[in-house]
């Protein structure tokens, strides 16, 4: 299995900032990465995919990047509805995995 | 718009199966494939399996002796089964679809179900 690491797994920020969550495969998985949000007591949505295609209706100061093992997601300037748990999920093969989350909590 | 709706019984004994269905309404089951996930209270999501429409699946390693996950296309549902639970299956349950961009190849889980939480106990 492909295991997905992310860091940090926790991180307070204040509206306004700009914060990059990373996560890492323990073998290269090309660009099939995509990057859900989840909202508390809600099921994820998908923010991107493909490593860096943001999905339709998804804010722009969302972004992702990366290929192979490394990957980022960035928001550019945090929104109140921005806090929340973020997971990376490999699409490379299966078993599909997941990140263990980014818990993004207001500071 | 497709909307995806779980149901089954949110209180299962030890030793017993846990069964779901996921009603797939506002869009065909064909051509897509199914996917089941859950989350532990408290905890991150784990990819339980999937099938295609045409009653193909794969499951989770960590899961596969136990899991049967099965199409109704007449229905426009499809199901879980998961035998001989413990504790350690009490968890949310999602039913989501893969999509997928043919130019990039890329995959994703889009829609989700509101999800059901399932407890293990006696």
């Known amino acids: 299995d492909i295991q997905m690491t992310q860091s940090p797994t926790s991180l307070s920020a204040s509206v306004g900032d700009r914060i990059t969550i990373s996560c890492r495969a323990s073998q290269s998985i090309s660009i099939y990465l995509n990057w859900y949000q989840q909202k508390p007591g809600k099921a994820p949505t998908v923010l991107i995919y493909g490593a860096s295609t943001l999905q339709t209706g998804v804010p722009s100061r969302f972004s992702g990047s990366g290929s192979g093992t490394d990957f980022t997601l960035t928001i550019s300037s945090l929104q109140p509805e921005d806090f929340a748990t973020y997971y990376c999920q490999q699409r490379y093969n299966v078993p599909i995995t997941f990140g263990q989350g980014t818990r993004l909590e207001i500071k | 718009q497709v909307q995806l709706q779980e149901s089954g019984p949110g209180l299962v004994k030890p030793s017993e199966t846990l069964s779901l269905t996921c009603d797939v309404s506002g869009g065909s089951i064909s051509p897509y494939y199914w996917i089941w996930i859950r989350q532990p209270p408290g905890k991150g999501l784990e990819y339980i399996g999937f099938?295609?429409?045409?009653?193909?699946?794969n499951y989770n390693p960590s899961l596969k002796s136990r899991v049967t996950i099965s199409v109704d296309t007449s229905k426009n549902q499809f199901s879980l089964k998961l035998a001989s639970v413990t504790a350690a299956d009490t968890a949310v349950y999602y039913c989501a679809r893969d999509v997928g961009d043919s130019s990039s190849g890329s995959n994703w889980f889009d829609p989700w179900g509101q999800g059901t939480l399932v407890t293990v106990s006696s």
């Open positions: 099938v295609y429409y045409t009653g193909t699946t």
